[in-house]
């Protein structure tokens, strides 16, 4: 069983720019949720997509958009970098009947962005 | 607004002594509560996670947690700590919204 996998490994793009990030969920699993973890910190919850459709937000702003595919994989794409967006950026996919906060998430290892 | 806070961002043990790592929480209604690890350039992994059925949760490597609304705390314990058991742990809640939110993380130092 392939595990939760994420594009790219690293990023470096610089302010202002445009960023997508992507994730292909586990067999089976049609929830996707995104967290962003600066250095030395939790994870932030960004926003979780349950079949194709928006399930759940954080406090992120509108530039932090996603999109979930028939094939439950995904992508986060974030506008107008800052500085502050550097960070560590976590997908996990949970095989959820509900798309509740109560299945069990599998975690990426995912993709650590720099922002110069 | 909803939240985790663990104290200590980080936690010294001698290994075979008792882990105990602290969790509270801040909700106005009952939350899911979970445990989760983290070694270096790896993600997250799940302990355990309380869904308000037992209190005494059991979780994998065994680690167990206590729900206790009256403290509002999910403390993490383990009888005996193991070498390997050194990695970084986190709190998290989550609310019938969907939203989860994470504490900030303790890291868990093992000394032989």
């Known amino acids: 069983e392939t595990g939760v996998t994420q594009s790219p490994t690293h990023l470096i793009k610089t302010r202002g720019q445009q960023v997508t990030l992507r994730c292909s969920s586990q067999?089976?699993?049609?929830?996707v949720s995104w967290y962003q973890q600066a250095l030395g910190q939790g994870p932030q919850f960004i926003f979780q997509?349950?079949?194709?459709?928006?399930?759940g937000r954080g406090n992120f702003p509108p530039r932090f958009s996603g999109l979930q595919f028939p094939n439950y994989s995904s992508e986060l794409n974030v506008n107008a970098l800052e500085l502050d967006d550097s960070a560590l950026y976590l997908c996990?996919?949970?095989?959820?009947?509900?798309?509740?906060?109560?299945?069990?998430?599998?975690f990426g290892p995912g993709t650590r962005l720099t922002v110069l | 607004a909803q939240s985790v806070t663990q104290l200590g961002s980080h936690v010294s043990v001698s290994e075979g002594a008792l882990v105990l790592l602290r969790c509270n929480y801040s909700?106005?209604?009952?939350?899911?509560l979970f445990w989760y690890v983290q070694y270096p350039n790896q993600g997250l992994q799940l302990l355990l996670k309380?869904?308000?059925?037992?209190?005494l949760v059991k979780g994998i490597n065994g680690f167990e947690a206590e729900f206790k609304k009256s403290e509002t705390s999910f403390h993490l314990t383990k009888p005996s700590a193991h070498m390997s058991d050194a990695a970084e742990y986190f709190c998290?809640?989550?609310?019938?919204?969907?939203?989860?939110?994470f504490g900030s993380g303790t890291k868990l130092n093992v000394k032989p």
């Open positions: 909700s106005s209604v009952p939350p899911y």
């Open positions: 309380y869904t308000s059925a037992a209190t």
């Open positions: 997509y349950y079949r194709e459709e928006e399930n």
């Open positions: 996990a996919s949970s095989p959820a009947t509900t798309g509740g906060v109560t299945d069990t998430q599998y």
């Open positions: 998290a809640g989550g609310d019938n919204f969907n939203k989860f939110y």
């Open positions: 067999s089976g699993h049609n929830t």
